[in-house]
């Protein structure tokens, strides 16, 4: 049986996530859709670009300012 006190941090971090995520694609969609695609769907940076229509460099780029932006705004709530 899972620990209420457990599910709920995990509840509340993932919300803080999606919440930091909503902020992102309304300020920066581009890096929005970077995280998305390498940290939820795990993409290889290769696909990535081919994806978004980038230089693979952009899209490192991009991942690491994405980071970056959730981050701060997680540390912030």
């Known amino acids: 049986m899972a620990d209420p006190r457990t599910t709920s941090v995990i509840a509340g971090s993932r919300l803080d996530l999606l919440e930091a995520l909503d902020r992102l ?3 920066r969609p581009e890096l929005a859709a970077a995280l998305v695609l390498r940290d ?6 290769r696909e990535m670009a081919a994806q978004l ?5 952009t899209v490192k780029s991009r991942v690491h300012h994405a980071r970056k932006h959730v ?3 997680l540390q912030a709530d």
């Open 25 to 27: 694609e309304a300020h």
């Open 40 to 45: 939820l769907c795990q993409l290889a940076y």
């Open 53 to 57: 229509g980038v230089p693979v460099g």
């Open 71 to 73: 981050r701060a705004s």
